[in-house]
């Protein structure tokens, strides 16, 4: 069993950034890859950017390469997402997904007003 928490959402400014945290507990021995996913209002949920958990490689979505890093933090079994160069069309709820395990964590909303 994997639970997976988000953290670091919130208000921000056209312009701004913030920074997103997944923590993962459990039996995490199988978790290859861990994703970021977003929904936003009144829409269907869509890929991010993931990252490979043992060579590290990262895949972004057109829409955020260039503004959005994911990447391994040194402890805590955590996945980072920095979120710069914010826009109003960011606006979601976003999720962290293992997808071999099939984990989805609650939520955090992220709010960039223009």
């Known amino acids: 069993q994997v639970q997976l928490v988000e953290s670091g959402g919130g208000l921000v400014q056209a312009g701004g950034s913030l920074r997103l945290s997944c923590a993962a507990s459990?039996?995490?021995?199988?978790?290859?890859?861990v994703a970021w996913y977003r929904q936003p209002p009144g829409n269907k949920r869509e890929l991010v950017a993931s990252?490979?958990?043992?060579?590290?490689?990262?895949y972004y979505a057109d829409s955020v390469k260039g503004r959005f890093t994911i990447s391994r933090e040194n402890a805590g079994n955590t996945v980072a997402l920095q979120m710069n160069s914010l826009k109003p069309e960011d606006t979601a709820v976003y999720y962290c997904?293992?997808?071999?395990?099939?984990?989805w964590g609650q939520g955090t909303q992220v709010t960039v007003s223009s």
């Open positions: 459990g039996s995490t021995l199988r978790v290859n890859t």
């Open positions: 990252i490979s958990v043992g060579g590290g490689r990262t």
């Open positions: 997904h293992v997808p071999v395990i099939g984990a």
